[in-house]
């Protein structure tokens, strides 16, 4: 395959991953300016692979299974999500609501592993993300870039995700600061309503931080109150798995 049609491939696969719900032909020629005809040929490509499926109803697409077989052959070839994953089900079971691990992608939060709450009735599923400003996990990795980063970060426009996101640039950063103080970042239904969350930093030895730890649940049962009394625990555990990784881990998300 022509690198031209690999790269506009990993554009439509892109665009799948931040869409809610399934895209068309049509829409997905409108937000990436490529003809139909070529969406539509890369499409019928994809599908073959497994790595996007059709709805035979609306004939609209989504991502595909495969990538989430894709997925797991990376995490489990990589430190970082081994290592975590048995401290997520530890704190799961401690403070009965789910818990994630998260690193940064560019201008967002990717959530890689998610464990849920143990016998509970509601569940939120948490894996698809979320963008920098609005996530607890986000704010941990704003907290600690560059200023020049920021700032770059900032003049794209800080886009609401729920009435409750922070969208003042002197609001958000004195929220980072505050960040930096506390050791922990809360999100208090920024990223989606009915939902609170809390994220600690992972950090190698020089300070640089590689990925975020969370715990979040439903504003009913996952207080506020509750909430900022998480991350005593979290920070330990974050710790704990800084402390077990293998040197050559720390830089495979970078």
Known sequence: MPVQSVD?????????????????????????????STVHRLLVSLKQGGLVERDPRSRKYRLGIRLVELGYAVLNSRGLPQVALPYLHYLADALEEITYLAVQKGDRVLNILQVPAPHLVQSVSWLAGGSLHSTSAGKVFLAHVPENELESYLEKGLVPSTDNTITDVSELRAELERVREKGFAANWEESREGINAVAVPIKKPDGTVIAAVGVLGPTYRFTREKAVKAPTMMVGVAREIAKRLEPQSFDIFA
């Not at 554009?11 to 139909?36: F, M, P, R």
């Open 8 to 36: 506009r491939a990993v554009a439509i696969l892109d665009a799948l991953t931040t869409a809610e719900g399934y895209l068309g032909v049509t829409q997905l020629s409108n937000q990436l300016d490529l003809h139909k």
